[in-house]
């Protein structure tokens, strides 16, 4: 599929697919007779799992780093391993902390309900 299909379906821009491209997260990136891009479904998962790790707090260069061991292959399965693993801890931990502020945030809420009531 092309740019503009590929870009509608995972929710990133062209632009940003192809800064991703420069960047490394995307490689081998097959391209038709006319040179455009032509995106698979193994791109679209991928940039898929992009999305979900950006959206989830982990920085472009741990993505990077991750991206690169991918390209090495499976001979770095425990590295890829330990860095999910260490997202997920910072991820965890930082849920904990925003379900802090929500349930302070409740508390002020039931206050203001209960003193509007009364």
Same mark, same amino acid.
């Given at each position: 599929?092309?740019?503009?299909? =590929?870009? !509608? +379906? ?14 490394? $997260? +995307?490689?081998?990136? *097959? ?13 679209? !998962?991928?940039?898929? =799992?992009?999305?979900?790790?950006? #959206? ?7 993505? *990077?780093?991750?991206?690169? $061991? ?6 770095? &399965? %425990? %590295?890829? *391993? %330990? +860095?999910?693993? %260490?997202?997920?801890?910072?991820? *965890?931990? #930082?849920?904990? =902390?925003?379900?802090?502020? &929500?349930?302070?945030? #409740?508390?002020?809420?039931? =206050? ?7």
């Amino acid at each position: 599929m092309n740019i503009k299909r =590929f870009s !509608e +379906l995972v929710g990133v821009s062209a632009y940003t697919l192809r800064y991703y491209e420069k960047v490394g $997260l +995307l490689r081998n990136i *097959k391209r038709d007779a006319s040179g455009h891009r032509f995106y698979t479904q193994s791109d679209i !998962e991928w940039v898929r =799992f992009i999305v979900r790790l950006k #959206d989830t707090g982990m920085e472009l260069e741990g993505i *990077k780093q991750y991206a690169d $061991l991918r390209e090495v292959g499976d001979g770095t &399965l %425990q %590295q890829r *391993k %330990q +860095l999910l693993e %260490q997202h997920r801890t910072k991820l *965890k931990s #930082d849920i904990e =902390f925003q379900l802090a502020h &929500l349930k302070a945030l #409740d508390g002020k809420i039931a =206050f203001y309900e209960e003193k509007i009531s009364s």
